[in-house]
């Protein structure tokens, strides 16, 4: 058996160079951005007022108040088309561009009128309410880089930016293979000794969650020809993940029928807890990942192996599960040559996370799985461990 870091060292190795395309804009949320964007424009292009009130010149005010007289209107997207000279000012909006001669910006709030003539009972600062040109970022910035994962704030940046297109590295495709004389697809009729395969559900969203695109593939059943059969439909995928049959069973025969279409397997045991019977290999150019049969087992190694190898294949810089520390609230047994993976509730108390783990840690309970928010990490040989002791836990909550 390998380690858990060793296995995903092999895995994200495997990763091609991502692939790229070029989208629209409004298409682009949740992609990963392949190439830079780069401004095309300046902003804001001008000096603008960044209040309601008059421009002025901070020269002409030497004392208060002081009478100015009116000479036009300067709102947002119709510059006053003059010069503010000598004992002159001009009626500016919020957004509006600062005229010819003005220095600064006095507010509405200190300003009296008097038909074309403003009177102002304050002395200005030069400079004050003005968003000067350039200010956010300037033509030929180079603002959001390759590697960000585009969220609506990076969106809004881009459209700033006049920018109408983005290259983003194409999502890759996985294709889920379900395998098992017991599985059935949720709705189905169950009959005697036949289960609800959850887990393709479960790993298809997580799939679409981090960035790929996920193909359901019919059940294959415990013979080769079922799982041959079924594996070719795979074809054109980047990626296969098989789950269960696995193992070394009579009846696990995934690795041994995949291996007559020319499978070639990297490894097939890894020291952890749950999901030790984890094969991945490649057929040809397409990676292949045959995650354990018991559904916990299947989206804890989808969430330790399957996610960093599509974000590597997305270009994104950080690909491995965030691990945050947290103080325990009960005490946890010792380990042995395993790295477990323990169901557990994150919560932040005061100036820092504290976990408890669920006393059932069975591999088949999804129903613990779904309560939890995060794992902790139990390293191989670890000693028992006490309350208010500090560990590792992966979060499994964006919120974390």
Known sequence: MISVSEARSRVLAAAPYPRTEIVMLKEAGGRTLSSPLTARRTQPPADVSAMDGYAVRSEDFLK???RLSVIGEAPAGSPFNGTVGPGETVRIFTGGELPLGADTVILQEDTARDGATAIFSELPVAGRHIRKAGLDFQVGDTIIPSGMVLTPRHLALAASMNILWARV????????????????LPGD??????????????????????????????????????????????????ILVTLGGASVGDHDLVQQALTKEGLNVGFWKIAMRPGKPLM?????EQIVLGLPGNPVSTMVCAILFLGPLIKR??????????????????????????????????TLEGNGFEVEAFAIQDSSMMSIFAKSNCLIVRPPHMEAVPAGSVVDVLPLDIQF
Request: glycine content about 12%.
């Open 189 to 238: 009729d169950i009959g005697p000794g036949q289960i609800i395969g959850s887990s393709g559900v479960g790993v298809a969203s997580y799939v679409d969650q981090v960035g790929g695109e996920a193909i359901l593939l019919d059940i294959a059943g415990d013979t080769e020809h079922q799982l041959t059969s079924a594996a070719r439909q795979a074809v054109g995928a980047d």
């Open 280 to 284: 991945f290999g490649n057929l040809g």
């Open 169 to 184: 590295s194409r999502k890759p495709r996985v294709a889920i293979l379900a395998t098992g004389d017991e599985i059935r």
């Open 313 to 346: 294949m997305l270009g994104q810089a950080e690909t491995n599960p965030r691990i945050l520390p947290a103080r325990l609230k009960t005490p946890i047994a010792p380990n042995d040559r395993r790295e477990d993976y323990i169901r557990a509730n994150l």
């Open 64 to 66: 208060a108040p002081t």
